[in-house]
């Protein structure tokens, strides 16, 4: 087995019927740009009854069509939210819990001490979360997994990775394995991905191979480490 295997995203996820909802961060091959992307799937009417949406630098989960909302607490909610000198990513609400810890001075790990797995039993589902600093002309990123400690949800186990920028490489975390009853949530360590220069590559790649029925948005964003320019391309499958 090599640890060191950089994947192909899109091998990883095709033919899967349900990964949830994923995280990945990286580095471009070039070194030139911070690489987030965040995507949904859904099952139900209720979770397939969502788009992404901009406000200002900040990306949004919201309803499709409002009138067909059966329960909003986890599926409505800001996936992505700009700090001073950093950027959060997370799958639910959790986003901003570490942006409220992050300007109280409390680190990302610690922002989310207050937090657990969703209370959907019988799946639990993590809470994946992530977070770049960026820095001098370059970042550095941390992953967190909130995971039930058993079938039962009476305990809670907290992961934390933190990684180097390198060229080339990202990590992707996602909050299942598979489809199931219940889902089995996600295993082991982020996944180590290969991240292209092409943003429009990187974007198709993983569309392209989201499970088509399940599937419902993606987001990503590449940000310039020398002048701060953001390129981001956003897909939704209501539209």
């Given at each position: 087995?090599n ?32 690489v ?19 406000h ?70 993590p809470?994946?979360s ?8 370059d ?81 990503v964003?590449?940000?310039n480490?020398?002048?701060?320019e953001i ?9």
């Open positions: 087995m640890i060191y295997k950089i994947n192909d995203i899109g091998e990883l996820i095709k033919d899967n019927p349900y990964v949830g909802r994923g995280i990945v961060i990286g580095k471009t091959e070039d070194a030139e740009c911070a987030s992307a965040y995507f949904i799937m859904g099952r139900s009417n209720n979770s397939r009854n969502r788009v992404f949406v901009k200002g630098g900040d990306l949004y989960t919201e309803p499709y069509d409002a009138s067909k909302v059966e329960d909003p607490s986890l599926i409505i909610y800001a996936a992505v939210r700009e700090t001073a000198g950093g950027l959060i990513v997370t799958n639910g609400d959790q986003t901003d819990t570490v942006w409220d810890g992050l300007n109280k001075g409390l680190s990302f790990s610690d922002s989310l001490k207050s937090r657990e797995f969703e209370p959907d039993a019988p799946n639990l589902t809470r994946i992530g977070y770049i600093t960026f820095g001098e002309g970042f550095t990123y941390e992953m967190s997994i909130l995971k039930s400690a058993d079938p039962l949800g009476t305990a809670c186990n907290r992961y934390t990775f933190s990684y180097p920028s390198l060229s080339g490489l990202g990590h992707f975390i996602h909050t299942y394995v598979t489809d199931g009853n219940p889902i089995p949530t996600f295993q082991g360590e982020p996944e180590r991905v290969a991240i292209p220069n092409d943003i429009d590559a990187f974007t198709n790649n993983l569309w392209a191979n989201l499970n088509e029925d399940n599937k419902i948005s993606l987001y964003r590449y940000t480490l020398a002048n701060g390129t981001e391309r956003l897909i939704n499958k209501n539209s």
